[in-house]
């Protein structure tokens, strides 16, 4: 029987009361344990940090990492994390990034909570519970990865992006069944990166329809204090209209620090630069994003910005993985 590491971070899942409120963790672990079936050897774990999804940063997921890594060398293989739906995807894809295949890795959630609201039994509607055992099922049988199991599909965690606010069926990304090319590199989180981690910067915006005066006035208002990747979420298939004075603003946020990512506001496609309007790129300092969603390329930026130190090794290292 292969030995899985359940690890709780909190969300949904462990809320009880009315309005939904978190249920300490260690009260909640023991009613968790109710619930997990028998033909599985579960061990429940402690997250180093339990909050709601939406206030968690580089620095839990790192350190989640950090505690997946120390297991690791303690014998475990196959670990179950249970996360607030809210960033799910965003910490799916930092696990992938950091643990690439090291492990056999599924996040999990709900839209309701496990338990009622007086936390002694469980709630008679909720994905829950369905969600944890398609979760628990499924690291056993998977290949080595890092996936996210949410309504009856898994999917691969970088491809994972969270489409609904409140329907059981909130998430899409590729089928796990399905390969995936992308093989991140991993990192062994030490307390160098932890610490880092702490001044990661990263900023996106999804440029709207303005005049180019407006968009290099928002643009040099950054240059005071510039983010160290800057996420422009362009049209179509990453068409930006820019000028001279664009272009050199740019080239200044560059060189103080801040890479420029030119991505799309749209789902899926992706980038393709065949028109006449992206011919300045060749010029500019900035990447394409070729990363598989949103989460996906948070993840990576995160990581070229604990490995390397300048934005001129983020933009020669961007395509290495």
């Not at 890795?105 to 829950?128: C, H, K, V, W």
């Not at 300045?280 to 969603?293: F, R």
Request: proline share 6%.
């Amino acid at each position: 029987m292969k030995k899985i590491a359940l690890i709780y971070m909190g969300g949904t899942f462990g809320c009880v009361d009315e309005p939904l409120s978190p249920m300490p963790a260690e009260q909640f672990l023991p009613q968790l344990k109710k619930i997990l079936p028998l033909h599985h050897k579960i061990e429940c774990l402690i997250a180093p940090a339990i909050q709601d999804s939406s206030a968690y940063t580089a620095t839990d997921w790192l350190l989640l990492v950090q505690q997946i890594q120390q297991l690791q060398l303690q014998g475990y293989a196959h670990f179950v994390v249970i996360h607030g739906t809210d960033t799910l995807s965003y910490a799916a894809a930092v696990l992938a990034h950091c643990l690439g295949e090291s492990s056999h890795i599924i996040l999990t959630g709900s839209q309701y909570p496990l338990l009622n609201q007086q936390g002694d039994n469980t709630r008679e509607f909720s994905d829950a519970r369905d969600n944890l055992y398609l979760a628990l099922d499924q690291v056993v049988q998977l290949p080595v990865g890092v996936y996210v199991a949410f309504h009856h599909q898994v999917l691969h965690a970088q491809t994972t992006m969270k489409m609904h606010s409140t329907e059981l069926d909130a998430f899409r990304g590729l089928p796990a069944q399905q390969p995936l090319d992308a093989k991140p590199r991993g990192l062994l989180v030490q307390p160098e990166h932890l610490q880092r981690a702490e001044n990661f910067n990263i900023l996106s915006w999804m440029i709207q329809p303005l005049h180019l005066a407006q968009l290099l006035q928002n643009l040099q208002a950054l240059l005071p204090h510039p983010p160290a990747f800057l996420v422009l979420q362009a049209f179509g298939t990453g068409n930006l209209q820019v000028n001279h004075e664009i272009e050199l603003c740019l080239q200044q946020l560059y060189a103080r620090g801040c890479l420029t990512v030119l991505s799309t506001q749209v789902p899926f496609g992706g980038i393709d630069q065949r028109y006449a309007v992206s011919q300045w790129l060749q010029s500019a300092k900035i990447v394409l994003n070729d990363c598989l969603s949103p989460a996906d390329l948070y993840a990576k930026a995160l990581q070229m910005y604990l490995q390397y130190p300048t934005a001129e090794q983020w933009l020669d290292h961007w395509h290495d993985q």
